[in-house]
């Protein structure tokens, strides 16, 4: 869900980004053929402040305004780094 977003988002003119929490993946392909920027964080460490202020700075370096979590863990995991990105909107699916 998130990929065909991303892309389509990108083919109406917006830019977009996707960031994995865990792991890349087949879906990589997709969206490096479609000109879609994604981050692999590699897995996730609610405990490490690293984790949060490396997904702030992602955050902040892509300007990003909406940040779109898939499922409850994303969304806990993603928090501290929008609050810290200063991101000022999310949306939960």
Same mark, same amino acid.
């Given at each position: 869900?998130?990929?065909?977003l991303?892309?389509?988002?990108?083919?109406?003119?917006?830019?977009?980004?996707v960031?994995?929490?865990?792991?890349?993946?087949?879906?990589?392909?997709p969206?490096?053929?479609?000109?879609?920027?994604?981050?692999?964080?590699?897995?996730?460490?609610? &405990?490490?402040?690293?984790?949060?202020?490396? !997904?702030?700075?992602?955050?902040?370096r892509?300007?990003? $305004? *909406? %940040?779109? +979590?898939? &499922?409850f863990?994303?969304?806990?995991?993603? !928090?501290?780094?929008?609050?810290?990105?200063?991101?000022? $909107? *999310? %949306?939960q +699916?």
């Amino acid at each position: 869900m998130a990929v065909d977003l991303a892309i389509g988002l990108k083919t109406r003119g917006f830019r977009s980004a996707v960031v994995a929490l865990d792991e890349g993946g087949v879906l990589e392909g997709p969206l490096a053929d479609a000109g879609v920027e994604y981050v692999v964080l590699h897995g996730r460490r609610f &405990r490490d402040p690293r984790f949060h202020s490396t !997904l702030a700075a992602h955050f902040r370096r892509l300007d990003a $305004r *909406v %940040v779109h +979590t898939h &499922r409850f863990a994303p969304l806990l995991h993603s !928090l501290p780094g929008v609050a810290l990105g200063g991101v000022r $909107r *999310v %949306v939960q +699916t």
